[in-house]
């Protein structure tokens, strides 16, 4: 069964299944899942819990000792595996497969920081799937972020000025978690009055979530407004245009190696780190002038090196606004 995160409460309180796998890169909501998966284990009675986090050398072999072992008076447990990162081992994946397939009195929970496609294909994930829950958690699209940011404040019993709400949307840059924090403190310092954006400023700190990746993000989505605010902003944290120019440089190729590509390019965006929504993004990029924009680079890391005579920050400012730039297919698709 597939579920989203906002629909696993409504599972949970039709009766717990034997096995979930909570997957995504959007940590507040990840671990509000995990935490009411756990909340109604224990209300059914699974209070023993066993806590599994998966690093390099893991012993599956002894987690299957472990696992199948009960006590005197067997009752059911809650059996958590956490997972850091993507890395899924042969030997894990068939003993997850196996335990979700026959899973006794217990409970299952696998826990990834991200979800793709490809998961879904693998024999382990099916196995859950079948049996019990997936709940898939992707990134948050920009403009899915204030309707969520307003349904928060409303859970937390904070009243906005439509000012003051743009003002956070702006200020959290699509961090839930850090937006969350920010709002369970309002909650907590104005007590029910209703918060303008002067007293939202004064309150609350600035947790835009700026890097190089939000940069290049900004670029393929054609936004030239805020590429230039979040590179002012990445300057004044204290960056340099040399630390910078890395990731650019690195899409670029991708994208002229796209370029150059002929038929369905679904995997081959893959190989080269672009996955989900994001796929789409490049593909809509595809036909801007990479190679022209990859061979104006040199200027800028010149610059930024001191080989190059100019400001290396208005230099890269200029560059990525050139890139940042739609072909006349995108504009009319949009």
Do not use: C
């Not at 599994?52 to 595996?81: H, M, N, Y």
């Not at 709002?183 to 310092?189: D, E, I, Q, Y």
């Not at 022209?292 to 606004?321: C, H, N, P, T």
């Amino acid at each position: 069964m597939r579920v989203r995160a906002d629909q696993l409460d409504g599972q949970l309180r039709n009766g717990l299944r034997s096995s979930y796998l909570i997957a995504g890169s959007e940590p507040l909501l990840a671990i509000e899942a995990a935490d009411a998966l756990r909340q109604a284990a224990r209300n059914s009675g699974a209070t023993d819990r066993l806590v599994f986090d998966v690093g390099s050398g893991f012993d599956w072999d002894e987690w299957r000792i472990d696992v199948r072992s009960l006590g005197l008076f067997a009752q059911t447990r809650l059996i958590e595996v956490r997972f850091s990162n993507l890395k899924i081992t042969q030997g894990a994946a068939e003993a997850i497969g196996e335990f979700a397939r026959d899973p006794g009195l217990d409970i299952l929970l696998v826990t990834l920081p991200e979800w793709n496609k490809t998961l879904e294909r693998q024999d382990w994930v099916q196995a859950i799937d079948a049996t019990g829950v997936v709940v898939s958690i992707p990134p948050m699209n920009r403009d899915d972020f204030l309707p969520w940011l307003q349904r928060r404040a409303a859970r937390h019993k904070v009243q906005l000025t439509h000012d003051a709400m743009e003002e956070l949307n702006a200020r959290a840059e699509g961090n839930l978690l850090a937006a969350d924090q920010e709002l369970a403190k309002l909650a907590l310092l104005t007590s029910g009055q209703v918060v303008d954006v002067l007293t939202l400023v004064d309150l609350v700190a600035d947790h835009a979530r700026y890097d190089v990746q939000t940069l290049w993000e900004a670029v393929l989505r054609g936004d030239p407004e805020r590429v230039r605010h979040i590179l002012h902003a990445l300057r004044a944290e204290g960056e340099e245009p040399a630390g910078l120019l890395w990731y650019p440089i690195g899409q670029m190729q991708t994208l002229m190696m796209a370029s150059a590509m002929q038929g369905n390019l679904s995997n081959f965006w893959p190989t080269r780190g672009v996955f989900g929504s994001r796929m789409a993004l490049y593909q809509r990029a595809l036909d801007r002038p990479w190679a022209q924009l990859f061979r104006e680079a040199r200027i800028v890391d010149g610059a930024a090196k001191g080989r190059e005579a100019g400001d290396s920050w208005v230099l890269m400012e200029r560059w990525l606004l050139r890139a940042a730039i739609p072909t006349q297919a995108e504009r009319f698709a949009a």
